[in-house]
């Protein structure tokens, strides 16, 4: 990255009463503001360019293919609430619950904004390691932390955005200190990046203090700080749609949504670089529709593409790290790895992808966890089951509270996850798809996705099976998605008659029990169960040939 200059302004900061505190009580202290450099990062150059033609050289490595499974941290300073998605955009809604909810907790957002939220998240009770540690022992084989989420707070020391978890709120390197946790324990890093989102998502902050500027806080807690370079709202305010107070809303750069600045975009640009740069992450989530302002400036998206793929490229060419965004279409796919959030789709696809879903809500919401309206570790594993049949990974989100935490209702799925998985992991990892991924009502039915998925709500039975294989084409692992109550069970696809038949099966091994008795037929591979299950939510079974 290129060299830069620092230069510090000190003022004082008012510290705020805790969180749910209904006065503040007022102390001065110290704070430091680092202004960002002066140049911008250099674009890597070598064999991939910022076109989608050079940039479908890029394969998926082999390690993604083979990890299967992910667990998230999409945490930040909304989750200082405990009160849910999306919180910095809906405490500036008149009429929304999140805005009856702040002021109720925290008073008039013209008073109490975004910035005030950021400078009260301590995020005093965080441990990375242990954190990591234990997903790594639940079965996750990747690791990803958000980057910065649409609120646009830089969770790493961040010369680009003065506003960043370094300077304010933990004042601590979270994206930094999540890296030395994987690295101690061997899992691959990924950085989820959301903030290109911010000029239109915090417009609802105009009529509250999204127009403040750096002037604005001379004798305040945060004088020397530019709210501009949060809030990004010194611009006209949408139109046409703007109003809605939907979760999803517009999202694209047409429609009406006010155009981002040259200035916004070449800022976002850097922080990304940036972070890849002094980071290295194997892999890119990007919350967009393709890529950053993809449909009003392509280039921004397919530069950050030419400089990560250069930055990782080995000497046969090849870029072993994983970019992603939602909505692609088939020449995107080629250049990137599609996501899909909350969703599944019907059949197996030929590119690899990614699901990403979370137990509960993305922001962690005290609510959720007082109705116990979390996942099960049933749907968990039922949902990453049907995902690697059909090519792809699960990426989970555990919420994590705002003082750095996840409860113990979160680790109870978790220690069920981990029970399953420590069972029956052999036929997730390193596994690909077989010659059909399924049979059963769900995988005859259609379920499309809407956007960018939002389906996964499937009602999984002990009539649905998925299939895999190991990478070596030697056995095959059938999943029943439930335990059946019949003392036998038929895997259609396996029978002599079945277009997918694979010759005669020579052993089937119920995984956690040991060797069953089976029969196959014209009409498929009966297999004769235990009279106890071996575990609380699906048997596998690996079948093997003459």
Same mark, same amino acid.
């Given at each position: %990255?290129?060299?830069?200059?620092?230069?510090?302004?000190?003022?004082?900061?008012?510290?705020?009463?805790?969180?749910?505190?209904?006065?503040?009580?007022?102390?001065?202290?110290?704070?430091?503001?680092?202004?960002?450099?002066?140049?911008?990062?250099?674009?890597?150059?070598?064999?991939?360019?910022?076109?989608?033609?050079?940039?479908?050289?890029?394969?998926?490595?082999?390690?993604?293919?083979?990890?299967?499974?992910?667990?998230?941290?999409?945490?930040?300073?909304?989750?200082?609430?405990?009160?849910?998605?999306?919180?910095?955009?809906? %405490?500036?809604?008149?009429?929304?619950?999140?805005?009856?909810?702040?002021?109720?907790?925290?008073?008039?957002?013209?008073?109490?904004?975004?910035?005030?939220?950021?400078?009260?998240?301590?995020?005093?009770?965080?441990?990375?390691?242990?954190?990591?540690?234990?997903?790594?022992?639940?079965?996750?084989?990747?690791?990803?932390?958000?980057?910065?989420?649409?609120?646009?707070?830089?969770?790493?020391?961040?010369?680009?955005?003065?506003?960043?978890?370094?300077?304010?709120?933990?004042?601590?390197?979270?994206?930094?200190?999540?890296?030395?946790?994987?690295?101690?324990?061997?899992?691959?890093?990924?950085?989820?990046?959301?903030?290109?989102?911010?000029?239109?998502?915090?417009?609802?902050?105009?009529?509250?203090?999204?127009? @403040?500027?750096?002037?604005?806080?001379?004798?305040?807690?945060?004088?020397?700080?530019?709210?501009?370079?949060?809030?990004?709202?010194?611009?006209?305010?949408?139109?046409?749609?703007?109003?809605?107070?939907?979760?999803?809303?517009?999202?694209?750069?047409?429609?009406?949504?006010?155009?981002?600045?040259?200035?916004?975009?070449?800022?976002?640009?850097?922080?990304?670089?940036?972070?890849?740069?002094?980071?290295?992450?194997? %892999?890119?989530?990007?919350?967009?529709?393709?890529?950053?302002?993809?449909?009003?400036?392509?280039?921004?998206?397919?530069?950050?593409?030419?400089?990560?793929?250069?930055?990782?490229?080995?000497?046969?060419?090849?870029?072993?790290?994983?970019?992603?965004?939602?909505?692609?279409?088939?020449?995107?796919?080629?250049?990137?790895?599609?996501?899909?959030?909350?969703?599944?789709?019907?059949?197996?696809?030929?590119?690899?992808?990614?699901?990403?879903?979370?137990?509960?809500?993305?922001?962690?919401?005290?609510?959720?966890?007082?109705?116990?309206?979390?996942?099960?570790?049933?749907?968990?594993?039922?949902? @990453?089951?049907?995902?690697?049949?059909?090519?792809?990974?699960?990426?989970?989100?555990?919420?994590?509270?705002?003082?750095?935490?996840?409860?113990?209702?979160?680790?109870?799925?978790?220690?069920?996850?981990?029970?399953?998985?420590?069972?029956?992991?052999?036929?997730?990892?390193?596994?690909?798809?077989?010659?059909?991924?399924?049979?059963?009502?769900?995988?005859?039915?259609?379920?499309?996705?809407?956007?960018?998925?939002?389906?996964?709500?499937?009602?999984?039975?002990?009539?649905?099976?998925?299939?895999?294989?190991?990478?070596?084409?030697?056995?095959?692992?059938?999943?029943? %998605?439930?335990?059946?109550?019949?003392?036998?069970?038929?895997?259609?696809?396996?029978?002599?008659?079945?277009?997918?038949?694979?010759?005669?099966?020579?052993?089937?091994?119920?995984?956690?029990?040991?060797?069953?008795? &089976?029969?196959?037929?014209?009409?498929?591979?009966?297999? &004769?169960?235990?009279?106890?299950?071996?575990?609380?939510?699906?048997?596998?079974?690996?079948?093997?040939?003459?």
């Amino acid at each position: %990255m290129s060299t830069f200059s620092k230069a510090t302004i000190v003022a004082a900061l008012i510290m705020a009463a805790p969180l749910h505190g209904a006065v503040a009580q007022q102390a001065k202290t110290d704070i430091v503001v680092t202004r960002k450099p002066a140049t911008d990062v250099a674009v890597a150059q070598g064999r991939y360019q910022a076109t989608w033609e050079s940039l479908a050289q890029w394969e998926c490595p082999e390690w993604f293919k083979d990890a299967k499974f992910g667990i998230w941290a999409h945490w930040g300073p909304q989750c200082q609430a405990e009160a849910g998605d999306w919180y910095a955009r809906f %405490m500036y809604y008149p009429g929304s619950g999140q805005y009856k909810f702040h002021v109720d907790h925290f008073g008039d957002p013209k008073a109490y904004g975004l910035k005030e939220l950021i400078r009260d998240w301590k995020a005093e009770r965080w441990n990375p390691e242990e954190l990591v540690a234990l997903y790594k022992s639940v079965g996750a084989r990747y690791f990803f932390t958000l980057g910065q989420h649409h609120d646009n707070f830089d969770l790493w020391r961040s010369p680009y955005q003065e506003w960043n978890s370094v300077n304010l709120g933990p004042k601590r390197d979270i994206v930094g200190e999540w890296a030395a946790a994987c690295k101690k324990y061997d899992l691959p890093l990924g950085v989820s990046m959301h903030g290109s989102h911010t000029w239109t998502w915090l417009e609802p902050s105009q009529a509250y203090d999204g127009n @403040l500027t750096r002037e604005d806080g001379a004798g305040t807690w945060w004088e020397g700080y530019d709210p501009q370079e949060l809030y990004a709202q010194r611009h006209p305010h949408s139109s046409g749609w703007d109003n809605s107070s939907s979760i999803h809303g517009q999202w694209g750069w047409d429609n009406g949504a006010a155009q981002p600045s040259e200035a916004y975009k070449t800022k976002f640009l850097n922080r990304v670089l940036q972070c890849i740069d002094d980071y290295h992450p194997q %892999m890119l989530y990007f919350d967009d529709t393709v890529l950053p302002f993809y449909g009003c400036d392509e280039q921004v998206g397919l530069k950050i593409l030419q400089h990560y793929y250069n930055r990782n490229a080995l000497n046969d060419g090849s870029a072993p790290v994983v970019a992603m965004g939602k909505i692609l279409e088939p020449r995107h796919k080629r250049a990137m790895m599609w996501d899909v959030e909350r969703g599944v789709p019907d059949s197996v696809q030929q590119d690899y992808w990614q699901t990403c879903t979370c137990i509960g809500e993305w922001h962690y919401n005290q609510s959720v966890y007082d109705q116990k309206r979390y996942k099960s570790a049933e749907q968990v594993i039922s949902m @990453l089951v049907d995902i690697v049949s059909k090519n792809g990974n699960l990426l989970l989100s555990i919420p994590v509270r705002g003082d750095g935490t996840i409860d113990e209702l979160e680790r109870a799925v978790l220690s069920d996850i981990k029970a399953w998985m420590d069972q029956n992991g052999e036929s997730i990892y390193a596994t690909r798809p077989w010659k059909t991924f399924g049979e059963g009502p769900l995988a005859e039915g259609v379920n499309p996705m809407k956007a960018q998925g939002f389906n996964e709500n499937n009602n999984y039975s002990a009539r649905d099976v998925r299939y895999v294989q190991d990478k070596q084409g030697t056995t095959v692992y059938a999943t029943i %998605m439930r335990w059946p109550d019949a003392k036998t069970f038929v895997f259609k696809a396996l029978g002599e008659a079945s277009p997918h038949y694979s010759g005669k099966v020579q052993e089937v091994r119920l995984l956690g029990y040991g060797d069953v008795t &089976f029969a196959q037929t014209i009409n498929g591979l009966r297999v &004769f169960l235990p009279t106890q299950p071996v575990n609380k939510i699906a048997p596998v079974f690996a079948i093997t040939f003459r």
